[in-house]
């Protein structure tokens, strides 16, 4: 039987063999691995040229440079938007000129006529006592009322606000009276809502011997004398624009009627900017 002394000293033999073992192994592996050797190489400036070439040649869009497509990109866009803008204000501009001139196709057009005279030239046979020839004789007489008619061709209602009549009997026959001034000579305020439309006219009639002040006239009164209606009316569309009329009408005896007479200052049409609504028409206080 072993003794625990020989056991014990064969195995720290064994462990001792066992260590160098293994510490001859390292050191084996260790002299048998080399440290790395690490080698910088610069490039040449031809090769750094060569990389820059191909990286400008890799960044190009059809040939050009990016840049070149961003400004000429930039210049389209400037440009479409110019065309834009040239075609958004002739389309702007159409658009004004077809209201305005829808405006004036429905505004409405106030005219004056005169119907009825109220003077009239009877022929009557006046003989001679001497002689007893029989001549004949014309008489200027009343011959009923005077009748002026405001009539409405337009295409919308006119709103007649206010209106001034006024009559004149001159004497001659190549006179005028004054003109009328519609901001200093005040008319006659008429009722709100008078309204004249196509074929339904506002009138105004008097007895003429009232309007010109004589009872009887002579016999000549109406081939030597000037007998004349002159005035204005006032009148407003819907949407608020104002209107001035003014007339001026001579008797005819040839003809039996009232005949306009007399320049722009007697026979206008002034269309004037309300004060709470745009100038549409584009037409503020112009005489047409």
């Known amino acids: 039987m072993v003794s625990k002394t020989l056991r014990w000293n064969l195995g720290i033999t064994l462990s001792a063999m066992l260590l160098g073992t293994m510490t001859h192994a390292q050191t084996k592996v260790s002299a048998a691995a080399p440290a790395p050797i690490i080698v910088k190489v610069e490039p040449t400036p031809q090769e750094v040229e060569a990389v820059a070439e191909k990286i400008a040649t ?3 869009i059809w040939g050009n440079e990016p840049e070149l497509w961003m400004v000429l990109f930039s ?6 938007t110019m065309l834009l803008w040239v075609a958004t204000w002739q389309a702007a501009h159409a658009a004004e000129k077809a209201s305005k001139l ?17 003077f009239e030239q009877r022929s009557i046979n006046k003989t001679d006592p001497q002689t007893g020839d029989v001549e004949i004789e014309f008489v200027s007489r009343y011959g009923g009322p005077l009748e002026i008619l405001f009539v409405n061709f337009g295409r919308s209602p006119a ?4 209106i001034k009549d006024s009559y004149f009997r001159m004497n001659g026959l190549n006179v005028m009276p004054a003109p009328i001034d519609p901001d200093k000579t005040p008319g006659t305020k008429q009722a709100h809502g008078t309204v004249t439309a196509n074929g339904d006219p506002h009138g105004i009639t008097k007895h003429t011997y009232f309007a010109f002040g004589q009872i009887r006239l002579k016999p000549d009164a109406l081939t030597v004398d000037s007998f004349f209606f002159h005035g204005y009316v006032r009148y407003k569309d819907v949407i608020g ?8 009408a001579k008797f005819d005896p040839l003809s039996d009627k009232f005949l306009p007479v007399g320049d722009s200052r007697y026979n206008y049409t002034r269309i004037i900017k309300h004060w709470g609504f745009p100038d549409l028409l584009g037409l503020s206080s112009q005489k047409i």
Do not use: H, M, S
């Open 58 to 60: 890799d960044r190009q």
């Open 75 to 80: 210049g389209l866009l400037f440009g479409g």
């Open 102 to 118: 829808t405006l004036q196709l429905e505004r409405p057009y106030v005219f004056v006529r005169y119907p009825k005279a109220g």
């Open 159 to 162: 709103i007649l606000t206010e």
């Open 241 to 248: 624009n104002k209107y001035t009329l003014g007339y001026c």
